[in-house]
């Protein structure tokens, strides 16, 4: 079956008999052996065994399926074609990374390929990629990456529990009339705190230092422009924000307390 998700072609078909994947897939879609191969290689091609309800990325070129298994291509050739994620790393150790996501790059892939993706560039550093928290596509700054689960869910409760101190530096539309204030407006029904601090005025409006204690989807963006103050080059709320540099929001510190080196940690973009 050909179907189209995103304006981009998906195929997707149970295999009737046995054969090499790259073979298989070069049939049913009409693409030259090697853009299968390529979209393999960057996560665009998904396996589901007959019998199995998981469903997986499938890469290696000179793979074989057998009868009843489920196959998946979301080929999207303008995505293809961007470069793979150029992530900096700041830090890295056993158990965990630190890195800088440009904005542009995804924290994580999806069913159309996961080469532009900082947790597959992740993966191929270190062996594996749980990130324990989220930044926007949009957005640069420092993410923590989990190398393995057990270090996932170490990490990730520190987050639960608020024992991460996370600062982001804001560029908005416009100037707050308090200096300093919270924003307590629930977010999807749930609570969700953000405290900003005024650091200085530009010409069109001011760059604030924001906390956060929770992590709503779009938080610091969705708080800003309920107040009046949109994020500088947010797509998608607020008005009159445009801005050719891209989304003015940058995650600029991380600090928490390292189970594994036994002390504080802290990492600053802006330092």
């Not at 489920?70 to 890195?99: G, N, T």
């Not at 204690?213 to 938080?219: C, I, N, S």
Request: proline share 5%; aromatic share 6%; charged share 25%.
């Amino acid at each position: 079956m050909i179907a189209a998700v995103n304006n981009a072609p998906t195929i997707s078909f149970v295999v009737e008999q046995p054969g090499n994947l790259v073979d298989l897939l070069a049939e049913r879609s009409g693409l030259p052996k090697v853009r299968v191969k390529d979209a393999m290689t960057k996560g665009a091609v998904w396996v589901r065994k007959s019998g199995s309800k998981d469903e997986r990325r499938q890469r290696r070129a000179k793979s074989v399926v057998q009868s009843g298994d489920h196959i998946a291509l979301y080929y999207d050739a303008a995505l293809l074609a961007l470069p793979a994620s150029d992530a900096v790393c700041v830090h890295a150790q056993r158990e965990y990374s630190v890195w800088d996501k440009p904005a542009g790059v995804l924290a994580q892939g999806t069913r159309f390929g996961d080469h532009r993706a900082l947790t597959r560039q992740v993966e191929l550093a270190h062996g594996g990629a749980f990130p324990v928290h989220r930044l926007d596509r949009e957005a640069r700054g420092l993410m923590l990456v989990a190398h393995n689960p057990k270090a996932a869910a170490t990490l990730s409760q520190r987050f639960q529990q608020n024992r991460v101190e996370k600062r982001y530096r804001v560029e908005v539309l416009g100037v707050p009339a308090e200096a300093s204030a919270q924003i307590d407006a629930p977010l999807d029904g749930k609570a969700a705190q953000s405290r900003y601090r005024l650091l200085a005025t530009t010409q069109r409006g001011s760059i604030l230092e924001v906390r956060i204690t929770t992590g709503r989807l779009h938080q610091i963006r969705r708080h800003l422009a309920g107040i009046g103050h949109p994020v500088l080059g947010d797509p998608r709320y607020g008005q009159g924000n445009a801005d050719p540099r891209g989304l003015q929001l940058v995650a600029e510190y991380l600090a928490f307390d390292c189970p594994w080196r036994k002390r504080r940690v802290y990492f600053d973009l802006i330092a």
